[in-house]
């Protein structure tokens, strides 16, 4: 079954990295998704200074702001899609997930198979 792994910063350092994740601890974890064979698709957000919110109206115009959602106190980073047998792997590989480390979060959620 396929989850997405939804990775949230809980803090930024100056350069935009999660705090408390080296990069050689990113390029470690996704060796090992890679190894394992669970990893079917994933990537790293860009900086958030690229970011907008679109919002349409009940009369169709729409609205768009800078930036993500002021009062989040996480920050989406990134996400992974993996296929494991079911949640409890899923929940294992998240708690392996950098993102899950320095008051990060990694957020799992299956995907819909609308095909089953």
């Given amino acids: 079954m396929k989850y997405m792994l939804l990775i949230n910063a809980g803090a930024v350092d100056v350069e935009g990295g999660a705090v408390g994740c080296a990069p050689e ?3 470690a974890y996704d060796k090992q998704v890679h190894d394992a064979g669970v990893f079917v698709s994933g990537e790293s957000m860009a900086d958030l200074v ?6 349409v109206a009940d ?6 702001t800078d930036g993500p959602f002021a009062e989040a106190r996480e920050v989406l980073g990134g996400f992974y899609v993996i296929d494991v047998p079911d949640l ?3 929940l294992e590989w998240a708690a392996r997930c950098p993102g899950a480390r320095g008051g990060g979060s990694v957020v799992v959620r299956p995907i819909a198979d609308f095909g089953a």
């Fill in 59 to 64: 009369d169709g115009r729409r609205t768009v």
């Fill in 88 to 90: 409890d792997v899923a």
């Fill in 25 to 27: 601890d990113w390029m």
């Fill in 50 to 55: 690229t970011a907008a919110v679109v919002r």
